[in-house]
């Protein structure tokens, strides 16, 4: 098991509305998380500007298209591209969707893998290939998802039987967990306690919409709401504290309104723990 140190860390995912603010004026941030697909490739101008941004700033990469889950062949020329920019730009930590988002083509989508014994295997392999190539952990983020593919396992075994299967880590996105308990039915809490916390590497936190009191939408577009926060705080009171990114990809407010809900995070994260 590859391990690092644990801290009480708070994070932005970087957006290009506001990352000329952000290299201007240095906001306080314990760290950026970045997807490397945004920054593949993309010349002298992008290369400069993460160079300035990791002088001042851990930086986390979330990745969007290795699509564990598919049909499909790995890409691993992609992923020894993602290899290189990690080590270019000194990023310990790269996490990606246990989900799949290609099959013959590329669907625009994240998609659940259907919750089987069998897919859970062929994951776990293709998340061993992955990490070969890495020379570094894979961490795999659970995902909000409306209409199960499969149910042979429930959500917990299956996203338990990769992570075992393949040693590899967590990210736990908090508000994924309760949107699917409320749109499938189960208890948040006990979810949140079935996780293995010797395999949390970074958590996820942000806001939803709600289309039907049983209806959530993962929309990342609205501030956390105070149930989600409750949630994470009973995260860390179960499992130790974890670095927590901040994610908000619509509706995205001033610079300096995004940084009032990180300090609404922050407040929770440093709360005391209990004896």
């Given at each position: 098991?590859?391990?690092?140190?644990?801290?009480?860390?708070?994070?932005?995912?970087?957006?290009?509305?506001?990352?000329?603010d952000v290299l201007q004026q240095?906001?306080?941030?314990?760290?950026?998380?970045?997807?490397?697909?945004?920054?593949?490739?993309?010349?002298?101008?992008?290369?400069?500007?993460?160079?300035?941004?990791?002088?001042?700033?851990?930086?986390?990469?979330?990745?969007?298209?290795?699509?564990?889950?598919?049909?499909?062949?790995?890409?691993?020329?992609?992923?020894?591209?993602?290899?290189?920019?990690?080590?270019?730009?000194?990023?310990?930590?790269?996490?990606?969707?246990?989900?799949?988002?290609?099959?013959?083509?590329?669907?625009?989508?994240?998609?659940?893998?259907?919750?089987?014994?069998?897919?859970?295997?062929?994951?776990?392999?293709?998340?061993?290939?992955?990490?070969?190539?890495?020379?570094?952990?894979?961490?795999?983020?659970?995902?909000?998802?409306?209409?199960?593919?499969?149910?042979?396992?429930?959500?917990?075994?299956?996203?338990?039987?990769?992570?075992?299967?393949?040693?590899?880590?967590?990210?736990?996105?908090?508000?994924?967990?309760?949107?699917?308990?409320?749109?499938?039915?189960?208890?948040?809490?006990?979810?949140?306690?079935?996780?293995?916390?010797?395999?949390?590497?970074?958590?996820?936190?942000?806001?939803?919409?709600?289309?039907?009191?049983?209806?959530?939408?993962?929309?990342?577009?609205?501030?956390?709401?105070?149930?989600?926060?409750?949630?994470?705080?009973?995260?860390?009171?179960?499992?130790?504290?974890?670095?927590?990114?901040?994610?908000?990809d619509f509706n995205i407010p001033?610079?300096?309104?995004?940084?009032?809900?990180?300090?609404?995070?922050?407040?929770?994260?440093?709360?005391?723990e209990v004896a």
């Amino acid at each position: 098991m590859w391990r690092r140190e644990v801290r009480r860390i708070v994070g932005l995912g970087l957006r290009r509305e506001f990352l000329a603010d952000v290299l201007q004026q240095n906001p306080v941030v314990d760290f950026w998380e970045i997807a490397p697909e945004n920054w593949l490739e993309r010349g002298y101008e992008a290369t400069y500007q993460l160079d300035r941004l990791r002088e001042h700033y851990p930086l986390f990469c979330h990745g969007l298209s290795l699509s564990i889950g598919s049909p499909d062949p790995l890409d691993e020329s992609f992923i020894l591209k993602i290899k290189a920019f990690l080590e270019r730009f000194n990023i310990d930590r790269y996490s990606e969707h246990l989900s799949y988002c290609s099959a013959g083509g590329h669907l625009y989508d994240l998609l659940p893998i259907p919750f089987s014994e069998e897919a859970a295997d062929y994951v776990a392999q293709r998340v061993k290939r992955v990490q070969e190539l890495l020379e570094r952990p894979l961490i795999l983020e659970n995902v909000s998802y409306y209409a199960p593919a499969a149910t042979e396992l429930n959500e917990l075994e299956f996203i338990n039987r990769v992570l075992e299967q393949a040693n590899c880590e967590l990210l736990l996105d908090v508000n994924n967990v309760f949107v699917n308990s409320v749109n499938h039915q189960y208890d948040p809490i006990q979810f949140i306690k079935g996780l293995p916390t010797e395999r949390i590497s970074y958590g996820h936190i942000a806001g939803h919409f709600e289309e039907e009191p049983d209806l959530l939408i993962d929309t990342h577009g609205a501030p956390v709401r105070p149930e989600v926060l409750e949630l994470l705080a009973l995260s860390y009171e179960h499992h130790g504290p974890f670095p927590v990114l901040l994610e908000r990809d619509f509706n995205i407010p001033p610079l300096a309104e995004l940084l009032k809900e990180m300090q609404a995070v922050k407040n929770v994260t440093q709360q005391p723990e209990v004896a």
